[in-house]
């Protein structure tokens, strides 16, 4: 196993993503995958395209974004360390939901997700482990998105009102 | 029998008296958020623990209970964050330096410091929310060795809503403590998280059997901010809250800001969750 390999490996094990799979999953999550480094300001996907990686950041932040037709581009949410990029990518019709661009320098282990998702087929147990943790993910940023829906920091004052 | 009820009378009356106190700085936050720093005109300010309010008078206008923001030069002067969204508080922010202001107080129960003594610390604040939660955080950046691991979550609805955002940068500096900003809608400028506050829990590691938290914001935000703290395992009763009403005396005898068996100028405005989760989200109970 050569030195990026090992180094590979070791950050799959450690990423929460990984959490409570089986080491021999592991191991083949580390052949389908490979590590991506991304610059502040670098694309990674944009919103619309097929884009067949699912990313797990070991550092850095990248601002998920759309674009706001007259208005331009709208960052409404930022993914860090420990956290899953590109869900919709293990998920049809495949296509990004929004664009992702680093805003710090940012390390990922990018995964191949046509890989992945043959993977999951043969192995129905640990499809079933991955999609929950995809669930889990998409549950998570739907909360965010309702909490979104009524202004959370608005009204505040000990005896006073507009 | 007299003197029985005359002592509650005097200590009433002692309440109400009004000191009168001089702006001596005047720092804009945001677009409608001021701190006032105020200093007696004579003698020192009464002493006040984190967390608590006092009443602040814009003469000829009204009076306002606002929450202490700061105790950096305590017994000398003190800070008060006002948001203008009233009469009184849009002539207590249009104050000037050398402006005079009618102060009553300090009032209530403030976040229960000492208890968290040698524990895990995470504070929550939301947009102004900050404000009471600031004398409690510089307290125990001040004390630093008596507690474990601290914690500050800060949430806004823009990078223009921030309150203390100087003080703010050299508490993120600090390598003794975990301190993460997140607003709503960043602009090409912001580089740091944007979404909910709640969201930032993600990139903690809390040990909820050693952690005491302290959250004050609008209460939607308290609500799912809660619902995450309990999420994380922690019991109701290290959650405490700052509770808002609209508080009137300041001494629990008016009853305007009653919140069930509680008076909250007086019982609180600090709560543990466990005393007010019956009543938390409901008005005029």
Redesign the interface.
Known sequence: MSEQQVELLTLLKDHPFTRGLADERVKDLASISTLARFRVGQKIFEEGEIHKRLYLVVYG?V??HFHVPTKGE?????I????VLGWSSILEPFRKTSGATA??NTLTISIDSEKLIRMMESDKAFGFEIYKKIVGIVA?RL??AR??L????????????? | MITAVSVPVVDALETYKINWLRVVKKTKETPDTYTLRLKPKEGEIPPFKPGQFCMLYAYGVGEVPISISGDLYNGKVVDHTVRAVGPVTKALASAGIDSVIGFRGPFGRGWPLEEAEGKDVIIVGGGIGLAPLRPAIQYILKNREKYGKFYLLYGARTPDDLLYKRELGLWRGRLDSQVLVTVDKGDEKWRGYIGVVTTLFRYLKLDPANTYSYVCGPEIMMKFTIQELKNQGLPDERIFISMERNMKCGVGLCGHCQLGPHFVCKDGPVFSFAEVSKFFGRREL
């Open positions: 932040l601002a998920l709208f960052r409404f949410e930022t860090g360390a420990g956290e805003v710090e998570d909360r965010a909490m979104r009524v202004d959370i920091y608005g009204e505040i004052g000990r005896g006073e009102k507009e």
